[in-house]
């Protein structure tokens, strides 16, 4: 199926409310929360994909991006324990380490050679809140916080290297995102799910501080109010419910229509493994995914961007493309996906012709989009002469 075929419109549904529902998102027209939820909850699959892609050709043609990164972990240690994660580490565990700057230089200078324009920093939060080795490694480093030599490893990478970092850290105060806007070409950071309710004792964030959704929110709007380039998303599968998916994306909404800063959503489905406590947990299904990707296509319109993980839908990736996406977020030639590991990213040959093979034209971009680099006040002086440079060289845009 190509992109002309994805646009057509499938007979309409026999609820009128939907069908009404459906074609003000059809034209571009904002949907309120109750219309969401009854597209959520009652309209065909067929007919919400459809209505999506319609949307989406509106506001971005047939250019679907994605970056090439590498990908740096700067820390597995974390204080959070959610119980779907692999990343994080106690102190003595396998796979405990932070990286000294040697270590970070080394791996950046290896993805600049691969061809990499963008330098991704995840971590753990705020381990020496809880763990005396981190508190140690950070005063050897000079520093007293983890998101303070996350700042300084971005200012190395951005000087030595000339990659454009893109933080991950978690929850961040401002004067954290201050230090990280001199340096970062865009920021993260995953909202998860605005529910409190996933919060409670035998549920995913019952022993995660940093998941309290207020924080979470915060760290997003003080982003806003600083203009800086933001990636946040939802995660889908952990036991919340459709309706609160719906508010998770209203609530990202809002804060883009507020300060205009949010630069793509992520909707990344749960995928189980072995050695989490919610290894026997249910993933979710191909079609819900592509349900929850095609609402939040139709909720934030057509001019957001849209992402899924390639590599988290295993060989059924290229079906994503039904669900309004734009986006197939970073791509690594030299780094595997450190928070899902078991989940190989496809070559870039074999997305560039499941994605052209569809009708559509795949681009590279930088680790912010087109769109914010024409945009004043998002980028410090030296992260700007970067990312003027690595258009020129590597024809990203």
């Known amino acids: 199926m190509n992109a002309r075929q994805q646009l057509i419109v499938t007979p309409p549904s026999s609820n009128p409310e939907v069908e009404n529902a459906l074609t003000r998102a059809r034209e571009g027209l904002t949907l309120d929360r109750a219309a969401a939820l009854l597209l959520a909850e009652h ?15 509106r506001g971005k043609g047939i250019v679907v991006t994605f970056s090439k990164k590498v ?30 700057p040697d270590e970070v230089l080394a791996l950046a200078e290896q993805g600049r050679r691969a061809g990499c324009k963008e330098a991704l920093f995840s971590l753990g939060d705020q381990p020496e809140r809880i763990f005396p080795e981190a508190r140690e ?11 303070d030599y996350l700042a300084a490893m971005c200012e190395l990478v951005l000087e030595k290297t000339g990659l454009l970092p893109h933080a ?21 950071l995953m909202l998860e799910n605005v529910s409190a309710r996933l919060m409670r004792n035998g549920l995913p ?16 709007e003080a982003a806003g109010k600083l203009s800086i380039a933001f990636t946040t998303g939802i995660l889908i599968g952990i036991g919340e419910t459709m ?3 719906v508010d998770s994306l209203f609530a990202i909404r809002t804060l883009h229509e507020s300060y205009g800063h949010i630069q793509e959503v992520i909707i990344q489905n749960f995928r189980a493994k072995p050695e989490i406590p919610m290894a026997a947990h249910p993933e979710p299904s191909l079609d819900d995914m592509l349900r929850t990707i095609a609402l939040a296509r139709l909720i ?25 996406i734009n986006d197939w977020g970073g791509i690594s030639p030299v780094t595997k996906d450190f928070i899902n590991p078991e989940a190989a990213w496809p070559q870039i040959s074999r997305l560039r012709s499941e994605t052209e093979s569809r009708g559509f034209t795949l681009r590279e971009r930088l680790a912010l989009y087109p769109e914010f680099l024409r ?6 002086p030296q992260v700007r002469a970067a990312a003027a440079v690595l258009s020129i060289e590597g024809g990203a845009t």
Do not use: W
Request: hydrophobic share 35%; proline share 9%.
């Open 43 to 57: 309209a065909p699959l067929q007919e919400l994909l459809s209505a999506a892609t319609k949307l989406r050709a």
């Open 71 to 100: 990908f740096i972990p700067l820390t597995t240690l974390c204080r959070d324990y959610c119980s779907y994660c692999t990343f994080r580490k106690d102190p003595g565990q396998p796979g405990a380490h932070f990286m000294t």
């Open 300 to 324: 934030l319109g057509p001019h957001m961007n849209v992402q899924a993980p390639p590599n988290l839908s295993y060989n059924d990736f290229p079906r994503l493309l039904d669900a309004g």
């Open 168 to 188: 991950n850290p978690g929850v961040m105060d401002r004067p954290a995102l201050e230090r990280l806007k001199d340096s970062n070409a865009s920021v993260g």
């Open 137 to 147: 490694f950070l005063r050897q480093q000079g520093f007293t916080r983890t998101l």
């Open 375 to 380: 945009r004043n006040g998002f980028l410090s």
């Open 243 to 245: 309706e609160e998916r």
């Open 205 to 220: 964030h019952a022993n995660a501080p940093d998941k309290v959704p207020a924080l979470r929110l915060r760290t997003i």
